[in-house]
Structures are given as structure tokens and as C-alpha cells.
């Protein structure tokens, strides 16, 4: 006989369903075992059949019950453990860690504060949003929206002088997410060159899916271009606007050096990661190297990270025609990672203007602590040279009085400042003493740049 | 001499520079040729002469010239072909297809018209973007937000009997994504079983990442685990709640079997895609495969594409503690697909009730239409038996009076009626002739059911 309770706010029906379950699981009832009819089960619980029957269905779509045609109910083998109970003293899976706090982050990434352009966002979110358009919810291109891809194209086309079909675009969540497509678009085995020191995200996104790195080593121009060529690697990532960490920019000669080499063997391609190039102090932007790609060598990525906010997840990739094919080609595209709404938004964000004026807004914002930074780093000329300016938001420092980076990220440290060492940014771990670090300057207010950088000037002047 | 034209809208030293870069790519001016100080330039032209050195340093920076300390500027050595030219004359990189216009479309993906929630959604968008705070734009966790985590923890707790620790979860902007994401974390080399027919996409994304793909038989109550155990497999890829495109709900006991299979054997997993289990007509819904985990086997994946819709591109994975381990040793994980907007919105979806609310609307809408299909097919009794009801959006038909699936879909592309042929979701083309369409009830509005259905009794008939 099943306890019922006529009150309770547990329907009747659940509790027959509960009871007979807990029967099952706990092998009182065992398989095989014939239940009461649900006439015969509504007729001693004196309750309606109908209330039986929805509890048999539970139990049956569960399987826990099945049903033979013609006789009835049977209890199933149910093998093994399935209680869904609560795990108890788990380890916690992440450690917090205690990092330490500091008065001063010269943060490499991260915008400058009250750099998001919030009420532009927010109209065009809004105006987004209130077109009540089913399309907007209906799964979109892979590729992304073809106005969002348009509007990228004629920006390229205007600020970095690469003229592109926007379908040769893809829209992606960050340039973690499109390095993993482009490794299915190129396929595996390939061997990649980085300079080094360099962008150890991309480094370990491209490591992590399988790729060779062969670290390159570079000059003041850039990577070197012979080393290159006997690395033998297939696929050269660089950052020709603005080179992370070391800040040079790559000159037209270098350049056309890195091209030549691309064309030179079929199958050869170059990544130019465009991060930072909106900001450039100094003369006019210089053109991509994709803008010089005759023939089709090049796969361009640039970001909203940095221009936006890092939160946004908005990147692009321009691909070679015979890459887009090749894509294309393998058949079931991986889905968009971008939201249509974000990519509505940012869409009218570039078409009507915002875009550029934000822009305006930061390259001057960038620029005055920029050329804050440069005025105190001259101050320290007995210290230190600094080089990477007129471009990005950070600079490197090397010390010419027998600092180590290690001596200057700690003496920092204490002083309660973040600094970072040149070396972090290395594939392989140098052996010798760096004397170099690097400054970001993006998310600082001017006047606790002036305060950090005092001190810095203090304590690392011995 | 530079022809200037004084009262040009391009600034003077843009005139310069634009001259002698010309000069420069045409060879008029040649490698290690020396240009005229900018003393002597300023003069001869009449401008002063920080005009002439604003030229100059654009040009250096570009690379055309090079500056050699106390002598002067020279031409740079600058290869091959480098100019921005616009490309002429090229094919369109993507055809546009002509797609048959159908009067109906019983797809399988989308969601009902009206069905996103678009006045909560704007209200929340309105309340995150206003909370002005700088946080929202600084880059985030790589796994998602705390807050999201926490709410999705939550709901998977009391929705779907998944006990885990947020800390277990990763947001990511699609399944897609996310598979690509695991087979980072699970190495190469993996086997993985997939019941047949099955969800091509997943099945494609892990071809395109070069897992072998292995599938395995099906009968009514979901994967064969004999023949899964005899495959090889070290992984499976199932659909408990409701297979798709079969419809099947698995129950208990092949449940069990299955796990059973897991447990058996170290660094054997299951992927329960758990993709549209909010949509249950009739009885609780059944908890979910991995609330009967124990042992750290099965990896969940669920999305609130079906729920929410298709455009949003929030998913999440619930992996085992161990894999999540083994992610974050990795080190330097992948960022955060989503944004930290859609993130917060979506926390204060779920965690103000909105989620449920939208649900208990939506299953409503669903059921509704659910049973419309139902009924119609009842009267199509002489045609077809159908199966997959009481979950999802979606039935499958099966014809008993010697229609093809061919034929079906031929027959209803001539009314202009969209149905899909099972055949398109198997993995291996099958050779016997199938007899089994799939109908999607998710977009279509009720009366456009009952017409589209009545057409398709009357041509489906004989």
C-alpha cells in the first residue's frame, strides 16, 4: 500500500510516481516484478485512475516500468548506481589565488577608463533591440551578417588601405576563437613561424591545436627574413603595424622582403595580426601588408579588443579567395560566434560614424598619455631607453645602468607597481639576463602615471 | 621641383610625400639615391620647412627612406610589386544560390515567430548597460563570468538534476565552439561513436577537428551500447533526452548500460547533448545523463539556442572535474567567446525568473502545436505512423503505404512544402531506400500547420 498524503502540496500522482521509484532503485520492487493494474492501484488508493495512469507514464518514460502489450506492467533492470545526489567535501576545482594588489597596473591590455563609448552603444543597442524583427533571432551566416562584413570591408578598404570582397570575411568571437577555424581552414602539419619575443596568446592558441612554432628572431626592423626562409617553416605569424611586445613598426623594405618570401613557394602564408594599428600617433597610419597581397598570401586579423573594449569578443579575418573556397568547400561551416544583435550594433556603430569618432576620441586620449610617458621616460635617460612610441599603448624600456628585468619587475613589485618583464613574452625561456620591460600605459589615469612613473624613477635609479 | 597646388583639400606635406613615394615606386627615384634636406627642400618649395619634415618622417616610418645619421635621407631598397591597387575584374567569391521559395518550411532549427523575449531582454539589456561600470568592458574570465556560471549551475541543479560546481562550467558562443574547445582538452587521436542518423553538425565539427567518427546502430530506446563496446570507441556522442533527428526518448535502463560502458574502461566519456530538453509535453521532465554521473564520465553540453533562439550564441559544457583540470594545466586558456553584455543579461534572465517564465510560455506555444501535429497525423493513419512526440519541436514520420522518403520530399517540394528526408542526417549514406520524413513545428504558425498538413495528407495519399 502507497502512503498518500491528500494535502500536500505534492501532487498524487508524484507520489505514487516517487514511491515506486524509490522501490525500484532501493530493489524492493526487483525486475521482472508485475505492478498492479492502474484500475486495480486507483481502486485500493480510492483515487482516479487517470492519476495512476500519469504516474505508470512517468515511471514508463523513464524507464523504470515497461509496458507488454496485453499483460501489464514489469519492473526494469536498472543496473548500477543513478541517484542524482548531492556530491558532498569536493575539493574546490579552481584554487583562488592570492594575487597581490597593486597601486599601479601598467596592464598590457585593458582600455583606458571611461573609454567605452557607452551612450552610442546603448542608443544603437536599443534601436537594435526595438526592431522587433523575428530575423534578428533566426541563426544568421557562419560567416557572419553580411552588412557587418560590408562595413568591415569599406573600413579596411578606408583606414588600412586592404581592398576585400566582404565575403572573404568571417566574424568571429576574439582571435583566440578565429586562430582554432583557421587551423581546420589550413589543416594540420603546418609549421608556423613567431617571432620572438611575441604575442604568447596566439602562441599557445596555435600550440594548443597541434601547430610547430618555430621561434624567428628579429631585428629593429622586424623578423628576419633569411632566418625565416631556413627555419622552414610554411606560415609566418607577424604584427607589422606595431610588433607585440617589442613595438617596432615594420618598415615597407621588410616588408616586401616577408611578401616576397610568402610568394616565393606555393602554400605559404602569412599572418599579419593588425591588433592595435587604430592607434598611431605620428604621420598616417601605414597601409596592412594584406593591402599589398597580390596573390592571396596573406590572412589578416583585426579585433575590436583593443579599439572597443576587450569584452565585446568581436574580431575579424580576412582570408585569401583560395582559402574562403577551401573553407567553404569542406562543407557544415562552423555557426557564427557573434550575436546578431552585436553584430547589428557594431554594424550601425561603423555606418554612421561612431566608429571614426571614437576613434578621434581615443587616439587622443592614448596620445596624451603616450606622449606623457615619453616626456618622463626622457627624464630617466641616466636609467633607461625606451623605444616602441608613435604607436599602441605601450612601451618598452631597456635599463643601460646594469638593471636586470628581474631586479626592476621586483623592486616595482614592492613598491606596490606591475610592471612586465620582456622575458614573459618569450617561446623559450632566454638564458640570458633581459634587461627590458614593458610599460602599457591604456588603462592608467594621467595622473597616476605621473605618480607611478616617479616613483619607478626612484627606485629603479640605483 | 613637386608640383603643389596651394589651396588643395590634401594638406602640403601629403602632397610631398605622395609626390616622392610615387617617384620612389615607379624607380624615378632609385635605391641610395639622396634626398634633398629638408633645409634645401622647404626653401626651393617655398613651405617652411616642419611641413617638408612632416613628409620626411612619414616616409621613414613607412620605410621608402632611410635616414643615416649626420649625412642625410636615401631611397630605400623596396621590392617587387607593393602598390594598393583595387583588384578588377574579380569572380564573386560566393555564388549566391537560388533557393527554391517555399510556401511552408517545417525546418528544424528556428524558433516560434514571437517567441524571443524581447521586452525582458531589452529592459535587462537597458539595466547592464547603464551599470556604467568600466568591469563590463575589461576583459573577462575565459570560462565566463561567476555570476552566469552560478545562475547556470543553478538551473541545471533544479531543471535538470545536474549537480556541479560553476567552476566546472565554460560558456562559449555555440556548441560548435565548445566541441572544438573539448577536443582541445581531450588530445588528438580520439574515437568517437555517434548513433546513426544523428546530428550532422556536431558530426561535422568533430570531422573537421580529425576526430574518427565511428557510428553505431540505434534501436527504439536510443544507441546500442553492445555495439558501441564492439566499435572501439573511447567516446560516445548521445542525445538522451530526445535523439535527434530520431525523437527518442532513451530511458532508464540504456541509460544506465551506458554509463555502465563508461565507467568501464579509464578515459572513456560520454557527450550528452542535452539540446532541447526544456521542451517535455507530458511528465517531468528525466534528469539529465550526468546527474547520474558519478564518476566523472559524462560531459554535458546544453544551449539556450532551442530555448532562447538560435542568434543569442550562449551555450555551456559541464565537464567532469578532471578534464577541467586537465584545461586549465594546459595553461593560457582560450578567452571567452561571448560577451561580458550577453553574459550579465543572460544571469539576470535566468536568475529573476524570466528563463522559467519564458519557458513555461514557449512549452505552452510548443505544446500547442505539438498536439496539432499529432492530431493531423492521426488522420493521416492510412499513410504514415509518426514517433518523437511529447518533447522537442520536431516528429518523425514513417510511411507504411510505400511512399520513398524521396518521393515525399519530391511530392511536397512541388506544393511548395519544405519537409526534410532522414536520410540527410545520416553519416554514412544508406542504401536502402528510407520511408521517413522529419517535420519541424517550431516556426510555422498554427494555421499554417493545418493548411500545410491537409496539403500534405492529400499529395502524400496515394
Redesign the interface.
Known amino acids: 500500500m502507497i502512503p498518500l498524503i491528500e494535502d500536500s502540496r505534492v501532487p498524487l500522482y ?1 507520489q505514487i ?1 516517487d514511491y515506486i521509484k524509490k522501490e525500484i532503485q532501493e530493489e524492493k520492487m526487483k525486475a521482472g516484478e508485475k505492478l498492479p493494474s492502474s484500475r486495480l492501484l486507483a481502486k485500493n488508493l480510492c483515487i482516479s485512475r487517470s492519476t495512476v495512469d ?1 504516474a505508470y ?2 515511471l514508463l ?4 516500468i ?1 509496458s507488454v502489450p496485453c499483460k501489464g506492467y514489469y519492473v ?12 558532498t567535501a ?1 575539493k ?3 584554487e583562488k589565488k592570492n594575487n597581490p594588489v597593486y597601486r599601479w597596473d601598467f596592464a598590457l ?3 583606458a ?4 563609448p ?1 551612450n552610442a ?2 542608443k544603437l ?2 534601436e537594435v ?2 526592431q ?1 524583427g ?1 530575423g ?5 551566416d557562419p560567416c557572419g551578417e553580411p552588412g557587418i562584413r560590408q562595413a568591415v570591408a569599406e573600413y579596411l578598404h578606408s583606414a588600412r ?3 576585400c ?1 566582404p ?2 570575411i568571417i566574424i568571429g ?5 578565429l586562430l ?1 577555424l583557421l587551423w ?1 581552414i589550413l589543416g ?1 602539419n603546418r609549421k608556423i613561424a613567431m617571432e620572438n619575443p611575441t604575442y ?2 596566439a602562441y ?2 596555435l600550440i ?3 601547430c610547430q612554432i618555430l621561434p624567428v628572431g628579429q631585428d629593429s ?1 622586424g623578423i628576419r627574413v633569411e632566418e625565416l626562409e631556413q627555419s622552414g617553416a610554411d606560415m609566418a605569424y607577424v604584427m607589422p603595424s606595431h610588433q607585440f611586445p617589442m613595438g617596432m ?9 616577408l ?2 618570401w610568402a610568394q616565393s613557394k606555393a602554400e605559404r602564408y602569412i599572418i599579419e595580426d593588425d591588433y592595435d594599428s587604430e592607434f598611431r600617433y ?3 597610419p ?2 596592412a601588408l594584406a ?2 597581397d ?1 596573390k592571396g598570401c596573406v590572412i589578416y586579423l583585426g579585433t575590436f ?1 583593443k579599439s572597443l ?6 574580431s575579424y579575418m580576412v582570408l585569401p ?1 583560395s582559402l ?2 577551401t573553407y ?1 568547400s ?3 561551416p ?9 553584430q547589428k550594433i557594431l554594424e550601425l556603430f561603423l555606418r554612421e560614424g561612431y566608429y571614426e569618432r571614437h576613434l578621434n576620441r581615443m587616439r587622443a586620449v592614448y596620445k596624451n598619455k603616450h606622449d606623457l610617458m615619453v616626456r618622463l621616460l626622457k627624464e630617466m635617460a641616466h636609467i633607461c631607453t625606451f623605444s616602441g612610441e ?1 604607436a599602441g599603448v605601450h612601451l618598452l624600456v631597456r635599463f643601460h645602468n646594469g638593471l636586470t628585468e628581474r631586479e626592476a619587475v621586483l623592486r616595482a613589485e614592492d613598491a606596490g607597481i606591475k610592471v612586465y618583464g620582456v622575458s614573459e613574452y618569450r617561446i623559450l625561456e632566454s638564458k640570458t639576463e633581459e634587461d627590458q620591460v614593458l610599460l602599457g600605459y591604456a588603462t592608467l589615469k594621467d595622473e597616476d602615471i605621473e605618480k607611478a612613473m616617479k616613483e619607478l624613477k626612484k627606485i629603479w635609479e640605483n
Open positions: 508524484r510516481y500519469m507514464d512517468q518514460s523513464e524507464g523504470y515497461e526494469c533492470q536498472v543496473e548500477g548506481l543513478y541517484f542524482s545526489k548531492k556530491k569536493e574546490p576545482v579552481r591590455n585593458g582600455i577608463s571611461g573609454g567605452f557607452h552603444w546603448r543597442s536599443r533591440l526595438s522587433e523575428d534578428l533571432f533566426q541563426l544568421g588601405g586592404v581592398d570582397d565575403d572573404q568571437a576574439g582571435n583566440d576563437y582554432m581546420v594540420r604568447l596568446s599557445y592558441d594548443h591545436m597541434g626592423q613598426v615594420m618598415p615597407m623594405k621588410r616588408r616586401m622582403e611578401l616576397k605620428k604621420g598616417q601605414i597601409p593591402g599589398f597580390q579588443s573594449a576587450p569584452s565585446v569578443r568581436v579567395v574562403m573556397d567553404l569542406l562543407g557544415h562552423f555557426s557564427v560566434t557573434v550575436s546578431k544583435t552585436d608613435n
